[in-house]
C-alpha cells in the first residue's frame, strides 16, 4: 500500500508534498524519483519538455538544499526564461544552444528556496502562438487528447503540469499564454499585475505585456508560488515596489458579499455551448456562496485583439532584434554583413515569427507609426479606462477563459486570424496591465477541459486567490486526471 | 558682381559622460580596459537583459543642460532607435526623440577678433553609445563591447554659426564650460567628444535656408574649422557654376582636407523610434533640479569677472586664464601666496603657456607646484635673481621638479648686488672698451647698452642690472 502511494507522488500538488517532506514521511530521492518515473511513462505522448536530461534532474536532486519552502519539488520552467548556463532558446532555431551566463530573476528565487528546476517546457516560438504549434521542437499535445493543442504559448508549461510530469511550472503570459493553455489543459494558471513579477531574464515577447506566472494544481500552490516570485527588483524598473502579501492567507472558503461582475461582451453568439454552461454553473454556484453577481460592460472589449497585435508585434520587431548571429545563437555566413543577417534571420526564425516582426516593423515606420502604434495606445488607455470604470462596481469579473475548449493540432496553423481570436478573451488583462487567473470549471461533454477567468484591479491578487480558492473548494464537479 | 554667400551652421556634438558606471548597467565606465572586460548582460544586450538609468547620468545630464540654460522637461522618456549594426548589440540604441531632456538654451562665444554673440541650444538629450568594432589583420572584424551602454549627451545648437570660425570658437567655450561642470573629459582623440556639422550656404541677405549638407568623422576642432572652410569654398563654387549642391551626408579626410560624400537622403534610414518600454517615463523631481542649481561650480564667465574684479586682471589677460580652467585654479592658487596677480598672470600667460604649447601638452598635466613660482616670483622681487635668471630658472624647475631656491644654490645663481664687486667688474668693461665709452660720452646713447651687456655676460648674467646702469654711468663720469 505504501509502495503503492509512492508510486503516485508525482500526483500531489507542491503544498502536500512540502508537507510530506516537512514531516519526514518522503524525501527528496521519492519525489524526483516518483516525477522522473511518470516522465518517462508518458512524455513521449506528450512532448510537454522542450530540454529535459535524466541525469541532470538527478544530479540537481542530489544536490538540492533541504531548506526552503519549495525544497526538492520538481518544476519546469518556460524556454523564454533564462536559467545560467542552461539551454534557454524560446523554441526557436536562431537561440540554437544559447545558454545564457545569468539567472532570471525568479529563477534565484525559485532556487533559493529550494525549488527543483527539472528541465525546459516546450512552448510557441518566442511566445508567438496559442497553439504550442510553432515550437521548433515541435508541438506538445494535449494530455486530454493528444490529437489536440495544448494552448500557448506556453502549452509545454501546461501539459507537463497537467500529465503529472512537474508538480509546478512557470510560464509567461503577454496575451494569454499563461491563462489559455491552464485553461485547455486543465490547471490553474495566473497571469499577475503587469510589475508584480520581474521580468529580469525573461527573453522578451512585448515588454509592456509579459508577465511571468505560475501553472499549478491549485489554487493553493498558485498562491504559494506567488509568494515566492513576487516583489520588486531593482533590476527591472517596470517591477512595482508594492509591498507582497502573505497570499495564502487569502485561500479563503467565503466569498459571502463578494461583488462578482458580469462582462455583456464576453458572452458573445460564438461562445461554445459547453463553455457557456460551465460558466453559468460558476455564476450559480457563486450566488449561492453569497457572492453578487453585477451586469458590467466593458465596451471597449472588440478592439482588444487588433490592438494587441498592433502593440505586441511593434515591440516584439525591436526586442527580436537583437538575434542577429553576431553574438550567440545560430549564424548564417554570408558575403556581406547584410547578407548575414538576412541569411540568420531567414533560417533562424518560423513563419509566425517573421509574420509578427514585418508586421511589427511595418506599424513603427514612418509614416505609419501616427495610424497604427499611436493609435493602439489609444486604443489600449481606452480599454484599460473599461476596467477602471467596472471595478468601481464588482471586484472581480468572472468570464471564460476560451471561446472554446482545445482545438485540433493543425485546425488552425493556416489561418493566423482564427488562431488570435481564441486569446480575444484573455488579451485585455494584458492590455490593462490587470492580473487574471484561468481556474478548471468542469469538462465538455467530450472530456476536455473548461476554464474560467477571473480578473481583478492591478495588485489585487488577493481577491482572485479568494474567489477562486472558494470556487475550487465547493465546485459541484470532480477532477478526472487525463487518460494518458 | 560675384554674388556674396553666407555660411550657416549647426552643430551635433556627442559628449561622453565621466560618470563611474555605464548608462543603464553597472559596468565601469572607462576607457582603455581589455577588449570585451567591461561588459554584462545588460550593456551586452543579452535576452532578457533589462536597463536600469544611472542615476549619477541624469544629475549630470540636468547640470550639463542646466549649465547651457536649457530648460528641463518635465518628464522623462527614453525612446528606441532602431537600425541593425554589429556594434549595437539589442540593434536598436536607447536615445530620447520626442522628449529630449532639454531644450531651448543659449552659449555665449566670442569668436576670434569679433563681439561676443549667443549661440542658440536646440536640445540635449541622453543616449547610450554603442560597441568599438575592430578591424583586425586577419581580415576579421571582432567587437568590442567596451563603450556599449556608456552614457552620452547629444548637444545640438539650432543653424546660428555663421563661420567656420564660430564654430570652433563654439566647440571651445563648450569644451571649457563641460571642463567646469566636470562632467566630461572632453578628449576628441580618446572620441569622448564628437562633433558633426550641418551646414548650408544662402545668398548674403536671404532668408531661407539653402541645401543642407552633413559633415561627420573630423576628428579635432581644428579639424572641424578646416572641414567646415573646405565645405563652404565646395558649396560657394558649385553655386557660383549654378551647379546644384545635393543633399547628403559628407566624411572629412583629415589626410587629403577634403569631404567626400557618404550617404544620400534616400538611402537615410527610417529608426522606427518608439518609447523603450522597459523604462517606465518618470517626472523628474523638483528637489533634485533644485539640488543641482545649488551645488552648480562657479562657471566660466563668473570666473572671469571674478578675476578681473578681485585682482585686477585686464578683460584680455583673464579671458585667456579661464579659457582653460586648470589654468585659472593655478592662477588662484598662486594668487593667494602672491600678492602681485598681474605679475603671476604675465608669467602664466607668457612664459607657462609657450612651454605647454611648445610641448603640446595641456595645462592639466602642468605639475609644476604652485608654490615654487610663487617663491621664485619672489625672490625676483627681492633682487635675489634677475629677470633673465628667472626665466631660466622656471624651465629648470619645470624639468628638474626641483625648488627654485634649490635650484639658485646649487647653480649659483643668486644675482650680484654687491657695489664692490660690480665696480671692479665694470672697471674692467671699461678699460676693455675704451672707444665704445668714448662714444657714449660723445652722444651716443645705444653704447650704454652695448656696455651694460658686456657686464652681464661678465657676470654670466647675475649681475643686478639696475645696479649695473647706474655704476656703469657713475664711473664714466669719473673717466
Redesign the interface.
Known amino acids: 500500500m505504501t509502495n503503492m502511494k509512492d508510486s503516485k507522488l508525482y500526483e500531489l500538488t507542491a503544498h502536500e508534498l512540502s508537507e510530506k517532506i516537512k514531516n519526514n514521511s518522503v524525501s527528496v530521492k521519492d519525489i524526483i524519483g516518483s516525477v522522473i518515473a511518470r516522465i518517462e511513462a508518458v512524455e513521449t505522448k506528450v512532448h510537454g519538455f522542450a530540454h529535459f536530461n535524466k541525469q541532470d534532474a538527478l544530479k540537481k536532486a542530489g544536490e538540492s538544499k533541504i531548506s526552503g519552502p519549495l525544497c526538492g519539488i520538481p518544476a519546469a520552467i518556460k524556454d ?3 536559467i545560467k548556463d542552461e539551454l ?1 532558446t ?1 523554441c526557436s532555431k536562431i ?1 540554437k544552444g ?1 545558454k ?3 539567472d ?1 530573476t525568479v529563477i534565484s528565487k525559485l532556487k533559493s528556496a529550494g525549488a527543483l528546476l527539472l528541465g525546459r517546457a516546450n512552448m510557441d516560438e518566442f511566445a508567438f502562438g496559442s497553439s504550442c504549434e510553432t515550437s521548433c521542437y515541435g508541438p506538445t499535445k494535449n494530455p486530454y487528447d493528444t490529437s489536440r493543442i495544448p494552448g500557448g504559448s506556453s502549452g509545454g508549461s501546461a501539459a507537463l503540469v497537467c500529465a503529472d510530469e512537474a508538480i509546478f511550472a512557470l510560464g509567461s503570459d503577454t496575451g494569454g499564454s499563461i491563462r489559455q493553455p491552464a485553461a485547455l489543459c486543465g490547471v490553474v494558471g495566473l497571469k499577475p499585475t503587469y510589475g508584480r513579477v520581474s ?6 515577447f ?3 505585456l509579459d508577465q511571468i506566472g505560475p501553472f499549478t494544481k491549485d489554487v493553493t500552490d498558485s498562491a504559494l508560488i506567488m509568494n515566492i516570485i513576487a516583489g520588486h527588483d ?5 517591477s512595482a515596489d508594492v509591498p507582497v502579501p502573505d497570499y495564502t492567507k487569502y485561500l479563503k472558503n467565503s466569498v459571502k458579499g463578494l461583488k462578482i461582475g458580469f462582462p455583456k461582451e464576453y458572452f458573445i453568439p460564438g461562445l461554445d455551448k459547453d463553455v457557456k454552461e460551465h460558466l453559468d454553473e460558476a455564476f450559480d454556484l457563486f450566488k449561492s456562496l453569497g457572492a453578487k453577481i453585477i451586469n458590467i460592460s466593458l465596451p471597449h472589449t472588440d478592439y482588444a485583439v487588433a490592438t494587441y497585435y498592433i502593440v505586441a508585434c ?2 516584439a ?2 526586442n527580436l ?4 548571429g ?3 545563437g545560430l549564424r548564417q555566413e554570408g558575403e556581406t ?1 547584410a547578407d548575414m ?1 538576412k541569411y540568420t534571420r531567414a533560417e533562424g526564425f518560423g513563419d509566425e515569427a517573421k509574420r509578427r516582426i514585418i508586421l511589427g ?1 511595418y506599424s ?3 509614416g505609419y ?1 501616427d495610424a497604427y ?1 499611436l493609435k493602439a495606445q489609444k486604443v489600449r488607455a481606452l480599454i484599460k479606462k473599461d476596467f477602471d470604470e467596472a471595478f468601481k462596481v464588482c471586484d472581480v469579473i468572472l468570464t471564460p477563459t476560451t471561446p472554446t475548449p482545445a482545438f485540433k493540432l493543425g485546425e488552425k496553423m493556416k489561418d493566423p486570424l482564427q488562431m488570435y481570436l481564441s486569446d480575444i478573451f484573455t488579451i485585455p488583462a494584458n492590455l490593462s496591465g490587470i492580473p487574471a487567473i484561468s481556474v478548471p470549471c468542469g469538462y465538455s461533454k467530450s472530456g476536455l477541459p473548461v476554464g474560467m477567468q477571473l480578473m481583478a484591479k492591478a495588485f489585487d491578487e488577493p481577491v482572485l486567490f479568494n474567489a477562486a480558492y472558494a470556487y475550487e473548494q465547493n465546485k459541484k464537479w470532480e477532477i478526472k486526471k487525463p487518460a494518458i | 558682381m560675384k554674388q556674396q554667400y553666407e555660411i550657416v551652421v549647426g552643430l551635433e556634438v556627442h559628449l561622453h559622460i565621466a560618470t563611474a558606471t555605464k548608462a543603464f548597467c553597472g559596468c565601469k565606465n572607462e576607457f582603455g580596459l581589455k577588449p570585451n572586460s567591461g561588459v554584462c ?1 545588460v550593456c ?10 544611472n542615476e549619477k547620468y541624469l544629475e549630470y545630464a540636468v547640470k550639463t543642460a542646466l549649465a547651457l540654460n536649457c530648460k528641463i522637461s518635465d518628464k522623462m522618456k527614453f525612446d ?1 532607435k ?1 537600425y ?1 549594426y ?1 556594434d549595437l ?4 540604441q536607447i536615445s530620447q526623440y520626442d522628449m529630449p531632456l532639454s531644450e531651448a538654451g543659449l552659449l555665449e562665444i566670442i569668436a576670434k577678433d569679433a563681439a561676443p554673440k549667443k549661440i542658440r541650444i536646440k536640445r540635449v538629450h541622453m543616449e547610450e553609445d554603442a560597441g568599438k568594432l575592430l578591424h583586425e589583420e586577419d581580415n576579421i572584424t571582432r ?1 568590442d563591447f567596451n563603450r556599449s551602454g556608456t552614457p552620452l549627451l547629444e548637444i545640438v545648437t539650432e543653424p546660428d554659426i555663421n563661420s567656420p570660425e564660430e564654430a570652433y570658437a563654439y566647440l571651445l567655450t563648450l569644451k571649457n564650460l563641460l571642463e567646469y561642470l566636470e562632467v566630461s573629459d572632453c578628449d576628441m582623440e580618446k572620441g569622448s567628444l564628437r562633433c558633426d556639422a550641418n551646414i548650408s550656404i544662402r545668398p548674403a541677405g536671404q532668408a531661407a535656408l539653402g541645401v543642407k549638407v552633413e559633415v561627420k568623422n573630423m576628428n579635432s576642432f581644428k579639424g572641424v574649422r578646416a572641414a567646415l572652410e573646405y565645405e563652404q569654398k565646395r558649396q560657394e563654387s558649385l553655386a557660383q557654376d549654378n551647379e546644384k549642391i545635393i543633399q547628403e551626408t559628407r566624411l572629412w579626410d583629415s589626410d587629403k582636407k577634403i569631404t567626400q560624400p557618404m550617404r544620400t537622403k534616400e538611402e537615410a534610414h ?1 529608426y ?3 518609447p523603450d ?4 517615463p518618470f517626472e523628474i523631481d523638483p528637489a533634485l533640479i533644485k539640488k543641482i542649481k545649488n551645488n552648480m561650480p562657479q562657471l566660466p564667465a563668473e570666473k572671469k569677472k571674478q578675476i578681473i574684479k578681485d585682482y585686477g586682471i585686464s578683460e584680455y589677460d583673464a579671458g585667456i586664464l579661464i579659457s582653460d580652467k586648470a589654468m585659472a585654479e593655478y592662477f588662484l592658487k598662486c594668487a593667494q601666496s602672491y600678492n602681485q596677480p598681474k605679475i603671476i598672470a604675465n608669467w602664466i600667460i607668457s612664459e607657462i603657456l609657450k612651454y605647454l604649447n611648445s610641448k603640446n601638452m595641456e595645462f592639466r598635466y602642468f605639475d609644476l607646484p604652485p608654490a615654487h613660482l610663487t617663491d621664485m616670483l619672489k625672490m625676483m622681487d627681492s633682487g635675489k635673481i634677475s629677470g633673465k635668471i628667472a626665466k631660466d630658472v622656471l624651465s629648470d624647475m619645470i624639468t628638474s621638479k626641483k625648488s627654485p631656491q634649490d635650484i639658485v644654490k646649487e647653480k649659483g645663481l643668486l644675482q650680484i648686488s654687491d657695489e664692490t664687486e660690480l665696480r671692479a667688474v665694470i672697471k674692467a668693461v671699461l678699460r676693455q672698451h675704451a672707444q665704445v665709452t668714448k662714444d657714449y660720452k660723445s652722444g651716443k646713447e645705444a653704447a650704454l647698452s652695448f656696455l651694460v651687456g658686456q657686464a652681464m655676460k661678465a657676470t654670466k648674467g647675475k649681475a643686478n642690472p639696475g645696479m649695473v646702469n647706474k655704476l656703469l654711468k657713475e664711473e664714466m663720469g669719473n673717466i
Open positions: 523564454n526564461i533564462c534557454t524560446c537561440l544559447f545564457p551566463p545569468y532570471a521580468r529580469y531574464g525573461l527573453i522578451a512585448a515588454s509592456s531593482p533590476m527591472d524598473t517596470t511593434s515591440e520587431s525591436s532584434a537583437r538575434f542577429d553576431v553574438q550567440y554583413l543577417y516593423t513603427l515606420s514612418s507609426y502604434y | 548582460p551586452m544586450g543579452f535576452p532578457g537583459s533589462l536597463p536600469v538609468l528606441r532602431n541593425f554589429p548589440p539589442k540593434n536598436y567587437v527610417d522606427r523610434y518608439f518600454p522597459d523604462l517606465v
